[in-house]
T-cell receptor, first 111, second 112 residues
Framework: SQQGEEDPQALSIQEGENATMNCSYK?????LQWYRQNSGRGLVHLIL?????REKHSGRLRVTLDTSKKSSSLLITASRAADTASYFC???????????FGKGTHLIIQP | DTAVSQTPKYLVTQMGNDKSIKCEQN?????MYWYKQDSKKFLKIMFS???????INETVPNRFSPKSPDKAHLNLHINSLELGDSAVYFC???????????FGPGTRLTVT
């Protein structure tokens, strides 16, 4: 069964605004990762947060993790047109059995 | 320098045919994966291969078989293709199993 659920499914904002995407999952995890996918392209890893971490930053990205609620959020600050893409959360149990992805949030940045 | 490459990028074939998709990574990673992305953009793990150990997602039909000639390659072979196999297939690799993964550009398979 599907692990992650992103919310919202689609988000359209003006350039310069902040974008927040949420992800919920069902089982225990070792880490949670966020990926970006531009149209017709492969996935690009953005950030990884481990189950014992609560918040992590990378450039304009801020990720939070609440293991008690089994949820995570991705905040992109000062959005740019180039941030237009689909964003996926993915959970890992820490082994070699691959990532379990959510359905993704399609983010559109209006210039 | 392409970290994870796949060939071909596009593959159009008829039902019943057998086809292969190749994947190569030049990152020196020990673990490689195959994912399927359907028309609704939902990604699902198909296989992972780590130190000669193959982990198969139980929902994958046995018409799909991964083959790893060496640590840098994990090819995907599909027998008796069906319409429902149409999707984008992504290869990925990771240095540490379960951590950050590097994805290839994808192979769009269309079965007619």
């Amino acid at each position: 069964s599907q692990q992650g659920e992103e919310d919202p499914q689609a988000l359209s904002i003006q350039e310069g605004e902040n974008a927040t995407m949420n992800c919920s999952y069902k089982t225990s995890i070792n880490n949670l990762q966020w990926y970006r996918q531009n149209s017709g392209r492969g996935l690009v890893h953005l950030i990884l947060i481990r189950s014992n971490e609560r918040e992590k930053h990378s450039g304009r990205l801020r990720v939070t993790l609440d293991t008690s609620k089994k949820s995570s959020s991705l905040l992109i600050t000062a959005s740019r047109a180039a941030d237009t893409a689909s964003y996926f959360c993915a959970t890992s149990g820490g082994g070699a059995d691959g990532l379990t992805f959510g359905k993704g949030t399609h983010l559109i940045i209006q210039p | 320098d392409t970290a994870v490459s796949q060939t071909p990028k596009y593959l159009v074939t008829q039902m019943g045919n057998d086809k292969s998709i190749k994947c190569e990574q030049n990152l020196g990673h020990d673990t490689m994966y195959w994912y399927k992305q359907d028309s609704k953009k939902f990604l699902k793990i198909m296989f992972s291969y780590n130190n000669k150990e193959l982990i198969i997602n139980e929902t994958v039909p046995n018409r799909f078989s991964p083959k790893s000639p060496d640590k840098a390659h994990l090819n995907l072979h599909i027998n008796s293709l069906e319409l429902g196999d149409s999707a984008v297939y992504f290869c990925a690799s990771s240095q540490v199993a379960g951590d950050e993964q590097y994805f290839g550009p994808g192979t769009r398979l269309t079965v007619t």
